[in-house]
Every structure is written in C-alpha cells, then in structure tokens.
C-alpha cells in the first residue's frame, strides 16, 4: 500500500529557532502534497496545498513566510516553522494524493509533533 | 465557509453494540466521503470512502450516504474496545486531483467491555 514517511516524529526547539518537516512519499508519486496542523482536541486544519514544482497555496491566516513549503520532487515536501514560537506547538501531519488515483488515494504521514519551548 | 459537523461525543456503547456515527456537510457541491480513525497522539488512518447514496459495506464497517440530506454516516457492528478512538469524517469537494479534505471535529468513541 502507498506509504508516506514524515520526520521527525516529535521535536522540541527554542522559541525562535526554526524546524524542518519532511515528508516522503515512499512507493509513489505525490504531485500534490496537503499540510495540516492539529491543536488538542480539534479536527485536522489545512494549512497549504503544496504542489510538485509549483509554489504552495495557502489556506487564510496561515502566514506563507513563516511555514515554508518546498516540494521539489514528487516524492518530497518538507515544511519548515521559521520562527517559532510556543503558540506553533502543535501536531503537523502531511497527507499525499498518489498521482493517477481517484481522491481515495490520500495517505497520511505519522504525524510530527512539535513543541516550542 | 464549508462546514463538516460532527457530535463530538464521547458515544459510549458496550462491547458488541452497534456504534452509529453521524456528519452533515453544508457544501452541496461536495462529491467524496470519508471516515477515518484517529488514536490519541495518531495520525487518521482510513476506514472506509464513498461517493454515491446509499450503503457501503466493509466488514464491521458500514458507511451510508445520503446527498439529499447532506448526511453521511458510520455504523460499526460487534464493536470492540480497540475501536475506542476519535472518528473523523471527511469531505472532498472535488474528484479530480488537487482537492484538500474538509475534517469535521471527530466523534469520540469508547467502547467499554
């Protein structure tokens, strides 16, 4: 079945710092790579469509310049917190649509969970 | 806005009960359905998808659609413990690729022996 790697799976930084999130798509093609950010006890909320080559597109009140997305391959996004601060804690999971397939074909990373100290 | 609604629970039923799990949506254009699993600190894990009304069967698993009533739903028979979690439903308004799901915000279930 399609697999989709996400790394780390948890991380701790000073506020400030900035962390990178990768996710890899292991035997597909992902063209299209989603981002979501997760607080406690709420639904998974999409934070930017990534698209192979392309620049990503933002959902409203997610700032671009402070969550880097960079898809350079089909088979790698990663998203990178510049920044962060403790209000960035969250969990961020990445989802791939594999190339070809009908919309069933989305497949979720592990999950990171970041934590900003 | 497009909303996905969901009764956030918790929905306690006994071991080998019936769990019904429900959603409504609001976008009428909306074409696929999803319900996922979430554990605690997990990431969702699919159980079932369906795009046309009616039922769609899965083992223990039985998703219903209803697009006239903007209502999707989840039955899970013989219910076991390790089905306690967070049930997620999910719309996509779109069949082509490119489309981001819509999460609603989960339905806990706990499922007691």
């Known amino acids: 079945g399609a697999v989709v790697s996400q790394h780390p799976s948890w991380v701790i930084c000073k506020s400030g710092t900035s962390v990178k999130i990768e996710c890899r798509s292991l035997?597909?093609?992902?063209?299209?790579m989603f981002w979501y950010r997760q607080f406690p006890k709420q639904s998974l909320m999409l934070m930017a469509t990534?698209?192979?080559?392309?620049?990503?597109?933002?959902e409203q009140g997610v700032e671009k310049d402070k969550f880097l997305i960079n898809h350079a391959s089909l088979t790698l996004s990663t998203l990178t917190v510049t920044s962060a601060h403790p209000e960035d804690s969250s969990f961020y999971i990445c989802s791939a649509e594999r190339t070809g397939s009908p919309n069933y074909g989305y497949t979720f990373g592990s999950g990171t969970r970041l934590t900003v100290v | 806005q497009k909303e996905v609604e969901q009764n956030s629970g918790p929905l306690s039923v006994p071991e080998g009960a019936i769990a019904s799990l429900n959603c409504t949506y609001s976008d009428r254009g909306s074409q696929s359905f999803f319900w996922y699993r979430q554990y605690s600190g997990k990431s969702p894990e699919l159980i079932m998808f369906?795009?046309?009304?009616g039922d769609k069967e899965d083992g223990r698993f039985t998703a219903q659609l209803n697009k006239a009533s903007q209502y999707v739903s989840l039955l899970i028979r013989d219910s076991q413990p390790s089905d306690s979690a967070t049930y997620l439903c999910?719309?996509?308004?779109?069949?082509?690729?490119?489309?981001?799901?819509?999460f609603g915000k989960g339905t806990s279930l706990l499922v007691t022996p």
């Open positions: 999910a719309v996509n308004i779109g069949v082509n690729s490119g489309y981001a799901l819509n």
């Open positions: 035997d597909f093609q992902a063209t299209t």
């Open positions: 990534s698209n192979e080559g392309s620049k990503a597109t933002y």
């Open positions: 369906i795009y046309s009304n």
